[in-house]
């Protein structure tokens, strides 16, 4: 925590996204208890918190009782998911989910027909037992749900997701304009002290450049991709009731019963 006499201005640390100066936004009680300061960049705008001390208590269960969307989020994923693979990289042959929780999504993308794999470092693989990250093998596509709110080295993270695929496949809430208090979005999340990094569009495009990708940014979806897309064809696939559309005359095999006789053997 911040020495007694410290100003918010003398701590400002440097923007975790692009290096460049932050200045102090606001504070709030994090986990109802611990006074916690927020600040913002000069240059893209992020906003992240002080150095988050408070995130082993926060993980104490990798997924808070507060999140309630949790099934209704997955099935939605699922579907927009599978509406961009198909629309827009057909050849895709195994897939990666980054910070997949208990594994919900991984089993939802195989029982569409899917080589999806697990991987989180808080919560335990329920769903997907089985179906863990394979390091020998390569990945052609990677998601990562509502992971990047909560990474504390963003950049680091980031980097490793770069180098299990090409192409990610991420959502995140980008912060609203004008930025509202920290009271007033409900995205802040400071009760249950797991999100601590907030993306603008200009964030998310630093983080392009610095990988090498392109970047195209939909509401809460975002792709960063080895080679340009057409946006039209995201627009398209990323809203839920076009992604059902596109998803209907190209069933996959479900992967289930392949699955089952697998793990079986």
């Not at 450049?209 to 064809?233: M, V």
Request: hydrophobic share 40%; proline share 5%.
């Amino acid at each position: 925590m911040a020495n007694q006499g410290s100003s918010p201005v003398d701590l400002a640390p440097v923007c975790r996204i692009c290096g460049q100066g932050t200045f102090f936004f606001d504070d709030t009680l994090v986990l109802r208890k611990y006074p916690v300061k927020y600040f913002r960049c000069k240059s893209c705008g992020f906003v992240q918190t002080e150095d988050p001390y408070w995130q082993s208590e926060a993980y104490s269960s990798a997924i808070t009782k507060q999140d309630v969307g949790i099934m209704q989020r997955n099935l939605a994923n699922a579907e927009v998911t599978s509406a961009v693979i198909r629309t827009l990289y057909p050849s895709v042959k195994r897939a990666i989910d980054f910070g997949g929780g208990h594994g919900i999504f991984v089993r939802l993308m195989r029982d569409r027909g899917f080589s999806f794999d697990w991987f989180d470092s808080y919560a335990s693989n329920d769903y997907a037992r089985g179906f863990e990250l394979d390091r020998s093998t390569s990945y052609d596509f990677l998601t990562a749900f509502e992971v990047l709110e909560h990474l504390m080295n963003p950049l680091d993270e980031i980097s490793a997701m770069m180098k299990l695929a090409p192409h990610i496949f991420v959502t995140t809430l980008l912060l609203p304009e004008p930025i509202p208090k920290l009271s007033d979005w409900w995205y802040f999340s400071p009760a249950t002290g797991q999100h601590i990094s907030f993306y603008t569009k200009a964030s998310l495009e630093v983080v392009a450049h610095r990988f090498g990708r392109h970047l195209l940014s939909q509401g809460p979806f975002h792709l960063f991709t080895t080679e340009p897309k057409k946006s039209i064809f995201f627009r398209m696939a990323t809203r839920e009731k076009v992604a059902r559309l596109l998803n209907w005359p190209r069933r996959n095999q479900s992967l289930t019963e392949s699955d089952h006789d697998l793990l079986s053997s």
